[in-house]
C-alpha cells in the first residue's frame, strides 16, 4: 500500500510570497488532516476534512492560509502572503472511516517551509 | 492550552535496558491515546495504542500504560535498542478521529 506523498519536500521563501503544498492520501481514505510542527513543539492540527468536506479548521489562521479538498482525494494547503512565523514542517495525514486501524493517521514525509 | 504535555524533551539510555518516556494529559473526555515514532526528515510513524478501557497495552518490546486517574501514561521499550532513537510523540483522542499531540521526547539509545 503506498503511503501518504506530500511535495514539495523543501520550500524557501521569502516573506509575504505566497506557496502551495499538494498532498495526496492513502487510497480509500476519507479523512485528511494537515498540520503544523514548529521546532520543538508537537503538531498542531490546521484542517480535518472528511471526503471533500471540512470537519475542524478551527486553528487554520483563515487570513492568510487556504485549504481544499476538491473530489476528496487529493488536498492543497495555501498560504498567502507568508510570514517568518509559519516557518515549520507542514504534515499531511489521512485515516480511514472504518477498519482495525480506523483510530490510526498515517503520516507523509512533510513539507518544511522556511520563510526568510 | 496543550492539553497534552510530554515534560521530558529528551531521555538518553544505554542499550539493552528499559527507556521509560512520559506523557500527562488534561483532557477527563480523551478516551484513546497513541504514541508515534519520528526519524528525521520522516513523518510520524504509529507505534502503539490504548483504549481507555485498558490500562495496559503490549506489542513486542513496546508497552503502553494508562493511570486515567492521574491522566498519565508512559512507554516501556524494553530492551532499548539503538534503533529505537528517535523522537517520540504521545497524542490523544475524545473522538472524532482528531487528535492532539505532545510536544515530543527525544530518545538516544547508547550503543
Known amino acids: 500500500e503506498a503511503g501518504v506523498a506530500q511535495s514539495p519536500r523543501y520550500k524557501i521563501i521569502e516573506k509575504r510570497q505566497s506557496v502551495a503544498f499538494w498532498c495526496n492520501p492513502i487510497?480509500?481514505?476519507?479523512?485528511l488532516y494537515w498540520y503544523q510542527q514548529i521546532l520543538g513543539q508537537g503538531p498542531k492540527l490546521l484542517i480535518q476534512?472528511?471526503?471533500?468536506?471540512?470537519?475542524?479548521d478551527s486553528q487554520l489562521p483563515k487570513d492568510r492560509f487556504s485549504a481544499e479538498r476538491l473530489k476528496g482525494v487529493d488536498s492543497t494547503l495555501k498560504i498567502q502572503p507568508a510570514k517568518l512565523e509559519d516557518s515549520a514542517v507542514y504534515l499531511c495525514?489521512?485515516?480511514?472511516?472504518?477498519?482495525?486501524?480506523?483510530?490510526?493517521?498515517?503520516f507523509g514525509p512533510g513539507t518544511r517551509l522556511t520563510v526568510l | 492550552d496543550q492539553q497534552v504535555k510530554q515534560n521530558s524533551p529528551s531521555l538518553s539510555v544505554q542499550e539493552g535496558r528499559i527507556s521509560i518516556l512520559n506523557c500527562d494529559y488534561t483532557?477527563?473526555?480523551?478516551?484513546?491515546f497513541l504514541w508515534y515514532k519520528k526519524y528525521p526528515a520522516e513523518g510520524p510513524t504509529f507505534l502503539i495504542s490504548i483504549s481507555s478501557i485498558k490500562d495496559k497495552n503490549e506489542d513486542g518490546r513496546f508497552t503502553v500504560f494508562l493511570n486515567k486517574s492521574a491522566k498519565h501514561l508512559s512507554l516501556h521499550i524494553v530492551p532499548s535498542q539503538p534503533g529505537d532513537s528517535a523522537v517520540y510523540f504521545c497524542a490523544a483522542s475524545g473522538g472524532g478521529n482528531q487528535f492532539y499531540f505532545g510536544t515530543g521526547t527525544s530518545l538516544t539509545v547508547i550503543p
Open positions: 495525514a489521512s485515516s480511514s472511516l472504518g477498519g482495525p486501524s480506523y483510530n490510526e493517521q498515517f
Open positions: 483532557n477527563s473526555m480523551f478516551d484513546y
Open positions: 487510497s480509500g481514505h476519507a479523512t
Open positions: 476534512f472528511q471526503n471533500n468536506g471540512v470537519v475542524d
